[in-house]
């Protein structure tokens, strides 16, 4: 399956610890094409529309993953 975009916590942290090696070696996107959390988060361009298949590669920043839940669980309760 292939990916519209790879976001990661830190480029430098998924390189050791997360799976941008793996999708390097599979032929997927490359380094630089390679967004930080932080750079969405700080609205930079994220995902285009609502068709686009974004992978994520959270590899430990706890207050992050509870915030993406917290936010998640949101927009769940919004579709009730």
């Not at 292939?2 to 380094?31: H, I, M, N």
């Not at 969405?40 to 529309?49: A, D």
């Amino acid at each position: 399956m292939r990916s519209d975009k790879f976001v990661c916590d830190k480029k430098s942290q998924s390189l050791t610890l997360g799976e941008l090696p793996a999708v390097q070696e599979s032929g997927g996107d490359d380094f630089t094409a390679v967004q930080e959390t932080g750079s969405i988060c700080s609205n930079q361009t994220g995902r285009e529309t609502t068709d686009k298949l974004t992978i994520g590669d959270l590899t430990g920043v706890g207050v992050l993953d509870l915030a993406i839940a917290m936010h998640a669980k949101t927009l769940l309760d919004n579709l009730a």
